[in-house]
């Protein structure tokens, strides 16, 4: 058993309807003047005015900024910190996905830390020393897990790269989670963004810095997962296949949080600076090629996530029942209508260089459950480009 710290300041707080206690929140953290970033589809709907009106109500200013863009880039980043700089706000309230979140968190450390967010991205030379302004995360997709992540993903549109500010200072405070916001999420963005969290679970569970900690927590959200990703896409209104989307999406940010990620992210994020695909999407199209390729590294643990995802796995082997896990995942994968192969989001054996390029310079390929070298990135981007999984068992 080896030595562990496992980390997850953020208080949640989950339920039913629980967006509209946000003044109250505000009021009773002591706050003057909250600034409340969202992008421009929440700026017209009704969830921004319901959550200003709570926040005025409760005897707290409020000033919102609707602007944010999907990919968050290093330019929006330093523009939005700046404004929040002259409204005098004292906390900041993320509504959204995760690019509004993952923007507010930089936007948060920018406060109180010197410089520009490129300076505080992976290889531009400054660390976070200051705590970041105090955040609240109201996420309203079940994927990201940013309300509880040490992450904060901007995009280099110089370096056609998406980087991240990680760091522990930027995690938020608070994580506002509530269901109901979910309801009206349409099918496809309820299948990528419940792939990022299936992603996450698994490649936390998976890789060599996992502990049982978040072992737990990113099992237990595979589990839930495999459960109710397909109901919620394909209803819904489903208010408990919606709340344990939203469960399982916070327990994998934990999860990886701290045990980190690997292969699947490092091409996900490549694809995204690349190509501008959705990072949901892009995870989707690599899980099952990568597990297949990773799970000689720990096959114990990839038969655990056969088993969480509901294959019976009685009379087989431990090297089939871990490659049972990639054939779960792609039958999911089919199941919620998602891409499950490159050329279905338009991506061909042409596009391997600068992805495998992008790939090996990702920070936390160290961990991956096995060492990879450019040779195997190719065969598991062959292997998406086939849309064939091997047929192991
Ligand atoms: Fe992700």
């Known amino acids: 058993m080896k030595d562990f710290v496992f980390r997850l300041p953020t208080k949640v707080i989950f339920g039913l309807g629980k967006a509209k206690e946000i003044g109250e929140i505000c009021k009773e953290m002591g706050a003057r003047r909250a600034f409340v970033i969202t992008g421009p589809n929440i700026g017209k709907s009704r969830l921004l005015t319901e959550i200003k009106e709570s926040i005025e109500a409760s005897g707290v200013d409020c000033v919102t900024y ?3 863009a999907s990919d968050p880039s290093v330019e929006l980043t330093d523009e939005v910190a700046a404004v929040v700089r002259k409204s005098k706000a004292d906390v900041l309230i993320a509504l959204g996905g995760g690019s509004p979140i993952d923007l507010a968190k930089a936007v948060a450390m ?3 830390n010197d410089g520009s967010v490129r300076d505080y991205l992976f290889g531009g030379g400054k660390t976070v020393t200051k705590p970041a302004m105090p955040l609240i995360a109201i996420p309203t997709t079940a994927g990201t897990g940013s309300e509880v992540s040490a992450a904060s993903v901007i995009t280099d ?7 991240s500010v990680t760091h522990d200072k930027i995690i938020p405070q608070l994580a506002l989670v509530d269901p109901l916001l979910h309801t009206g999420m349409p099918p496809s963005i309820t299948a990528s963004t419940g792939m990022d969290a299936l992603t996450h679970a698994i490649e936390s569970y998976t890789s060599l810095n996992a502990e049982p900690v978040s072992d737990a927590l990113g099992l237990h959200a595979i589990k839930l997962i495999g459960q109710n990703l397909r109901t919620a896409v394909a209803n819904g209104q489903n208010l408990e296949a919606r709340a344990n989307m939203a469960i399982a999406a916070l327990l994998a940010g ?3 949080a701290n045990g980190g990620l690997g292969v699947v992210h490092g091409i996900a994020q490549a694809l ?4 501008h695909t959705a990072h949901g999407i892009a995870n989707g199209v690599i899980l099952p090629y990568a597990m297949q390729r990773n799970c000689v590294g720990n096959l114990d643990k990839f038969r655990d996530i056969a088993v969480a995802l509901g294959e019976n796995v ?3 082997s431990l090297r089939e029942a871990a490659c049972a896990s990639a054939h779960a995942v792609y039958d ?4 919620i209508q998602a891409p499950a192969s490159l050329p279905a989001i338009g991506i061909g054996r042409a596009d391997f260089p600068p992805i495998i390029e992008g790939t090996m310079g990702f920070r936390l390929l160290a961990i991956n459950p096995c060492k990879l070298i450019e040779r195997d990135i190719e065969g598991i ?8 999984l091997q047929n192991a068992y």
């Open 66 to 68: 609707d602007k944010t």
């Open 110 to 112: 920018l406060q109180t």
């Open 157 to 163: 549109l110089q370096k056609k790269i998406k980087l």
């Open 254 to 256: 934990a999860a990886f």
């Open 272 to 275: 995204g600076g690349l190509h």
């Open 314 to 316: 009685e009379g087989l």
């Open 332 to 335: 999911l994968l089919t199941d």
């Open 381 to 388: 981007l062959e292997a998406a480009l086939s849309g064939k």
